[in-house]
């Protein structure tokens, strides 16, 4: 069967020093992320790279990020947007966010990001309800999995036609495979991963990127 590589530690270290171009900033957030209690919540250098390659390809100029933590991603998508570019982005945590200002700043993008601290369902909520549907060309999905459901259905809302969906963590460590495995957090994902599969509002990849991206183009 022909399937994906399987990365080993060594070719995975060669697929960085090969494509990886990060920029200085950014390298020092992902080094001081990398020491937090939290640290893999932080997504891969290669999946942002990912990620930054798609928003220039759709030429996004407005985004959304769910689930900030210490702010990579965000600094990342923010450096490959234009200069008028936008993330609107949700986080509950100002202790994780004030790191992720922090950077935004010294990389001169902060400016371009409006962070609400609040739950991001009410975030979306009040920018469905003032005719922000639509108006987003990317979405990145990366926060608490049991809302992943609710997630989808705002930003399949939020987001143009033609537009992008990300939502990372769905393989979720392998977790997705094993039965023992009942927690909410895992039937959240599992529940969503087949719902996708399903949903003829989208096109969809999974690409196997970090701990599993998958991809959702609105039709
Ligand atoms: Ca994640």
């Not at 200002?101 to 469905?128: F, M, N, S």
């Not at 399903?198 to 599993?212: K, M, N």
């Amino acid at each position: 069967m022909s399937q994906t590589i399987y990365l080993t530690e060594d070719l995975y270290d060669y697929l960085l020093s090969h494509s990886l171009r990060e920029s200085a900033v950014a390298r020092r957030l992902r080094r001081e992320t990398s020491k937090h209690e939290r640290a893999s919540m932080q997504i891969s250098p290669d999946q942002a790279q990912f990620m930054a390659l798609l928003v220039k390809l759709i030429c996004a100029r407005r985004t959304l990020e769910i689930g900030v933590f210490t702010g990579y991603s965000a600094l990342v998508v923010a450096l490959a947007l234009p200069a008028d570019g936008e993330i609107v982005a949700c986080d509950v945590s100002e202790e994780w966010t004030s790191t992720a200002r922090r950077y935004w700043r010294e990389a001169g993008v902060d400016q371009k990001i409006t962070l609400h601290l609040a739950p991001a369902l009410e975030t979306l909520t009040h920018l469905i309800d003032n005719g922000q549907e639509g108006t987003f060309d990317f979405a990145f999905i990366d926060a608490d999995k049991e809302n992943y459901g609710r997630y989808h259905e705002c930003c399949l809302k939020l987001v143009r036609q033609g537009g992008l969906i990300a939502i990372d963590n769905v393989l979720w460590g392998g977790r997705v495979l094993d039965v023992s495995v009942r927690d909410e957090e895992t039937q959240a994902i599992r529940r969503l991963n087949k719902a996708l599969h399903q949903d003829p509002r989208v096109d969809i990849s999974l690409v196997p990127v970090g701990d599993g991206l998958s991809l959702l183009r609105k039709k």
